[in-house]
């Protein structure tokens, strides 16, 4: 299995907004991609907090494929307007 975190700093007063759009297109739309087993949006438990997307893949080439394609700057950009900072990518294996 294969995990990418997207660390995000949503301003406090879009964070409604963020995650209503993450919930309703980007989760759906990832959920298609080749190989993902499952996407979720981490809320920090801090106003300071990064929020964290995860989303984990049954292999690395699935989750390059995905950011490759383009769909993964499609989805950071239908919320990018709510960041304070561009978001960082980590990817991880888990064994």
């Given amino acids: 299995m294969f995990v990418r975190l997207t660390h995000l700093q949503i301003l406090p ?18 959920k298609q991609q080749k190989g993902n087993v499952d996407i979720m949006l981490l809320h920090p438990e801090t106003e300071t907090g990064d929020h964290i997307s995860l989303t984990s893949w049954e292999r690395k080439e699935d989750a390059d494929a995905y950011e490759q394609s383009g769909n993964y700057q499609e989805m950071v950009g ?3 307007h709510t960041f304070s900072k561009a978001p ?3 990817s991880y294996t888990v064994n």
């Fill in 13 to 30: 007063e879009h964070e409604k907004e963020a995650t209503k759009i993450y919930n309703e297109q980007v989760v759906p739309a990832v």
């Fill in 78 to 80: 239908m919320v990018k």
């Fill in 88 to 90: 960082i990518l980590v």
